[in-house]
């Protein structure tokens, strides 16, 4: 599985970014997918996670009622709507895969087997 994430970019304070993720491969639907960032000077962080069906959703407290993970299995691709952004959100911004038979809506980068190159997110105050 190959993870293509894009959408990133320069925002300003207030302002919303939509990030995606492409998954090549067969497996996507199977899998739980997750979003990662890992702000300047900081270590990698959890933001965001989604079971293979949609079903449920995970969210660090920062982003809650701010970002929304979804996902498109017939277009393999996961979605992070970040609204209300603020300049602590700027990090690059990493999507990843876990296979199903790891923990779904893990918060631990281990539990994903699969990662993207990352998108950068800069917000601006």
């Known amino acids: 599985v190959q993870l293509q994430a894009s959408g990133g970019g320069l925002a300003q304070a207030g302002a919303s970014l939509r990030l995606s993720c492409v998954a090549s491969?067969?497996?996507?639907?199977?899998?739980?997918m997750g979003w990662f960032r890992r702000p300047p000077g900081k270590e990698r962080e959890f933001v965001a996670a989604?079971?293979?069906?949609?079903?449920?959703?995970s969210y660090t407290d920062s982003v809650k009622d701010r970002f929304t993970i979804s996902r498109d299995n017939a277009k393999n691709t996961v979605y992070l709507q970040m609204n209300n952004l603020k300049p602590e959100d700027t990090a690059v911004y990493y999507c990843?895969?876990?296979?199903?038979?790891?923990?779904?809506?893990?918060?631990?980068?281990?539990?994903?087997?699969?990662w993207g190159p990352g998108t950068q997110v800069t917000v601006s105050s």
């Open positions: 990843a895969a876990a296979q199903s038979w790891l923990p779904p809506l893990s918060k631990k980068p281990n539990d994903y087997n699969y």
């Open positions: 491969g067969r497996t996507f639907s199977a899998m739980s």
């Open positions: 989604i079971t293979w069906s949609g079903g449920a959703t």
